[in-house]
């Protein structure tokens, strides 16, 4: 037991109720070569006036976040694998380039997918266009450009203005991915928490101790 105890107390522990001083510039939080800041670069050079354009100049029926905002989320999140409007919203609130991207706003799951699927010919577009800046930085092979794990030939990122297929595939991915989990959840955000942990967490709040659910586990600890 001594010897437990003392390497025990030699181990860093957690302190994760120690109030910290986070930079009060977000991008510091990163990085300096994190993807996050090569899609927001790119998506800044892009001409984003036709998603402007859609928009009545009254303020009426206007995008309820910044375009530019919404096409680098949409942009992060398919090079990172996600496919899901309810997905992306949670890593909104939990992921760091996420937030980063966001500024701290949290777009929900149905403005993410309204998002998408109103502009989704434009989006194609302009995820083509990226791919394109991309290629002309030296940031991509100029044989081969991975998207999501995606091989796209170098030369036909470079071809006329036109949406390649792997990133039509992506788009259509996308909506069946929020149509599945639309007929699956309605308007909720998506699965609750795994039955038991919120109960638990409702009972440790409370001051609630596990051992007095779990007399027969107490030895074993």
């Known amino acids: 037991m001594p010897g437990i105890l003392g ?12 109030p910290l001083l986070l930079p009060v510039d977000m991008r510091e939080w990163l990085p300096e070569d994190d993807l996050v800041f090569v899609v927001l670069d790119a998506v800044a050079a892009l001409d984003l006036g036709e998603f402007r354009r859609r928009y009545r100049a009254d303020g009426h029926g206007r995008a309820a976040f910044d375009p530019e905002m919404m096409v680098a989320l949409l942009l992060y999140g398919y090079c990172q694998g996600e496919r899901s409007s309810r997905v992306v919203e949670r890593r909104c609130v939990r992921d760091v380039g996420y937030r980063v991207i966001t500024g701290g706003l949290r777009p929900d799951h149905a403005t993410i997918a309204r998002f998408r699927a109103r502009h989704e010919q434009a ?16 940031l991509v092979s100029l044989g081969t450009i991975s998207l999501d794990g995606t091989k796209l030939a170098g030369n036909a990122a470079q071809k006329a203005n036109r949406t390649l297929p792997q990133i039509e595939k992506l788009l259509a991915e996308a909506a069946a991915a929020d149509a ?26 409370r001051g609630m101790r596990i051992n007095d659910h779990c007399p027969g586990d107490s030895a074993a600890v």
């Open 123 to 138: 989006l194609g577009g302009l995820f083509t266009q990226v791919l394109r800046l991309l290629a002309a930085e030296g």
């Open 180 to 205: 599945a989990e639309d007929a699956r959840y309605g308007d909720a955000p998506g699965e609750p928490m795994p039955g038991g942990r919120i109960p638990l967490a409702v009972a440790l709040g």
């Open 7 to 18: 390497c025990a107390a030699e181990l860093p522990f957690p302190q994760r109720d120690q």
